[in-house]
């Protein structure tokens, strides 16, 4: 496939590493090839008129050149600068979180996913201005998890099929979700999950945003989800995140 | 197949920063043709910047090895009742450059970068709080830089010094976002400098 000589993305910037004398690396998720990495030239430089455009979580839309390596960005402007999360450490760590999930999971295969940018911004915005992103940040992930082609089977034990019962189950991140007791109960490698917590995620899985904050989890229910959730993620990326551990870090 | 020295060196050089593969190989056959008191000079010189140089106690700051503290903390006619805080060494250059700031300095070694995984406890903050509980310390200027790290950084820092009774200001507010203070001419630097802001 060849590249036009100049096109337009819009995009989030997931995150940037300083490059040559005062160029950047940014990567990118764009709504029109997926995940992208570019070069923003001069990007450090205190007067540069892109630099405020291309920070991490920004939402931009940025002119490309096609470059010797990587594309150029020759125009950027900011659609929603999510200012917030900027501001706020406890929402800066969220966003982290978010951008890294997806940057982690993903390959500059060219490959548009509407849905995935969709999810992105909408998460973004809503730890921006919603109080507690908590629902926010876990909704983001049982549906990118689905978008990835990893959604947890949460219905029917991933095992032996039959429909999961009201009591606590086990949970493999090998067999991609929920074991009944009789096929999970003994086998290493299994957590164990309340029927409260499979009950909320089964019914974010399900839902829309509006429908998933009906949902009111007691405290230990979303501390439950929240490890369930972080041990597949770990298991799926063969490696932990950075971002929960800045988020712990920062809390003390 | 390149002979074995000559491929160290183009590894050694690719990790620096904005060194790729292709400028390795062209610096490692340069030095290869080049006089010998090129290469020489420059392991020499390589070799000092590690045994010769070291971090000052008090503001981490580079100093000469051997020396517990550097020429800006020695110093009797630096303010030490404010304390500049920057990132890196080079950006205490670039402060000392325009020759209008009067106070005392503290070099965090790097910045917060949740997705990185640098967090508060890789950096020298343990040590600048210890160094406001000591006393004498009004004001703090927290000069890192105007991007999502150095504003992170700031935002971390901002409560902890607060509750140590400290004035707390935010250099970066007068610059322009995503930019690199070493970067930033003195014109710019000077107003940022006088304009500093109370962190809300
Ligand atoms: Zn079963
Ligand atoms: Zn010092």
Redesign the interface.
Known sequence: MTEPRSYRVEAVVLRHNDWGEADRILALYTRERGKLRVVAKGARRIKSRKAGHIEPFTRVTLQLARGRDLPIVTQAETVDAYLPLRDELAKTGQAAYVVELLDRFTYEDASENHAIFRLLTETLGRITFEPDPWLAVRFYEVHLLGLLGFRPRLFECANCGEAVQAVAQFFSALAGGVLCPKCGAGLPGVWPVSMEALKFFRHFQRSDYAGAQRARPAPEVREELEGLVQRYVTYLLERELNSPDFIKQIKR | MLPEPIQNLIFALERL??IGPKTASRLAFYLLRAPEEISGSLAEALTDLKTKIAFCQECFNITVAGRERCEICESGQRDGSVICVVEEPLDILSIERIGAYQGKYHVLQGV?N????I???DLKIRPLLERIRRGGVLEVILATDP??EG??TA??LHPRLKALGVHVTRLARG???????????QN?LLRALSGRQEMG
């Open positions: 920063p904005g917060i949740p997705i990185e995984g967090g508060p406890d991007t999502m504003d992170a935002q971390y610059l322009p976002v995503g930019g690199d203070l070493e970067y930033a001419d710019t």
